[in-house]
């Protein structure tokens, strides 16, 4: 007896039993969908982390004060006290500035100075919006943060100290409706102070508790006059690499000459330099055990689904014990016996593994809990692999029983 006979009893006895073979389908059907489901969300999460960190800006490298230090501290007028010998531990405009040095810093593309303050509240025309994230800066900032203007512009070195906000979506939504074009050459007021705004950036999206787009930026000369005052020190510099493939070297030449200028080492720097890279490199590890632990989760449905088979198969061989000793009385070798009984467990897998990857495709194209699905091709090469597998490796057992029953016993059998 061929391949292709054994193929045909083998669809005899799937179909003799539509339900129980529907069953035993949905069993893979479910976990193959469940793996390709489960690994489309977790690429889906990378490549929405992998987004939003991109959209905060490229090659950035952010230097902020560091509030853990070596040696005996103090906090008395922004100071630190190491030993008997106390610090200037702020962040300057002089600091921004060395980093800009074309022998010190070769890598260093850009930076900024950044002020920021609290509490923040604007309002116009009655309505009024608190603002998540205020900073005073220079133009360098929107191009080291990756910010483009919407509507209007941003405003320009030229306007160090005016009256100029730059406001984000969140902000322009909630005091001028949904016509954000409308903002352009209104006047705001920030905490009482008046404000002509210049320009509306273009929307990043919120990433969960973190909204991008609920921001307003203004010249840094403003926010010192008006909010910060006008002292030396800054809340942080923003950097920008020549590349992406400097960002490590990049960070080595700014903590080289910030420690030379604060008088630190390695362990006792009064800084801290945050590596976008890094951050991506983090958020992208924990993504994929994120993943690898969906894709267990999905395994496990897919054993419990090869289990159910061969269950199946092993009622299906008990039914058939008098056929089987026919077949065997009539001729039919061991090896007959086992082909039909495994290909009748192949078709039920792959049948069930072709219907899992439809299901999966079809429910991987609408959003979950907020993520867009991504299926890797991949994961259905896969899935049908291992449906496959299942179906030779869970009908052994079942096809090696029935290939040994003797066919004087199985004719006896009732």
Do not use: C
């Amino acid at each position: 007896m061929n391949l292709i006979e054994s193929a045909r009893f083998a669809m005899r006895g799937v179909t003799a039993n539509k339900l129980r073979s529907l069953l035993t389908t949905l069993g893979i059907l479910i976990g193959i969908a469940a793996v390709i489901i489960l690994l489309a969300v977790g690429a889906g999460t990378s490549n929405s982390i992998k987004d939003q960190i991109g959209k905060l800006g490229t090659n950035v490298l952010t230097v902020s004060r560091s509030t853990a230090v070596g040696g005996r501290t103090g906090a008395v007028a922004g100071q630190q006290v190491a030993g008997n010998r106390s610090r200037n531990t702020n962040l300057t405009s002089a600091d921004e500035q060395s980093l800009t040095d074309a022998v010190l810093a070769p890598d260093v593309a850009q930076t900024a100075p950044v002020v920021t303050a609290q509490a923040v509240t604007a309002t116009f025309s009655g309505a009024s919006h608190a603002v998540a994230s205020f900073v005073g800066s220079t133009p360098a900032y929107f191009s080291i943060t990756n910010n483009t203007a919407e509507v209007g512009q941003l405003f320009s070195s030229a306007q160090e100290s005016s009256a100029t906000a730059v406001i984000g979506r969140t902000v322009a939504t909630d005091l001028f409706g949904n016509n954000s074009g409308s903002a352009v050459g209104q006047t705001i007021a920030l905490n009482g102070q008046n404000f002509v705004v210049s320009g509306v950036l273009a929307a990043k999206g919120a990433t969960g508790l973190n909204d991008p787009d609920d921001v307003v930026i203004v010249p840094l000369g403003a926010a010192q006059d008006k909010f910060t005052g006008y002292a030396p020190s800054l809340n942080s510099i923003a950097v920008q690499a020549k590349s992406a493939d400097v960002m490590n070297q990049a960070q080595n030449e700014i903590q080289m000459i910030l420690d030379a200028r604060h008088n630190v080492t390695a362990a006792t720097r009064d800084y801290q330099v945050r590596n976008q890279a890094q951050v991506l490199t983090t958020a992208t590890s924990t993504t994929q055990t994120l993943t690898i632990l969906l894709g267990a989760v999905a395994a496990i449905s897919l054993l419990v689904g090869g289990i159910g088979v061969m269950n199946i198969m092993l009622v299906t061989v008990t039914e058939r014990t008098r056929e089987i000793g026919i077949r065997k009385a009539i001729g039919a070798s061991r090896g007959n016996i086992v082909s039909q009984f495994l290909v009748e467990s192949l078709i039920i897998s792959i049948i069930g593994g072709v219907m899992g990857i439809l299901v999966g495709y079809v429910v991987s194209s609408f959003p979950i809990m907020g993520v867009v699905p991504d299926v890797q091709p991949w994961t259905v090469w896969l899935s049908f692999t291992v449906s496959a597998v299942i179906g030779l490796v869970f009908g052994i057992y079942p096809a090696n029983k029935a290939a040994k029953l003797r066919p004087i016993d199985a004719l006896r059998y009732e």
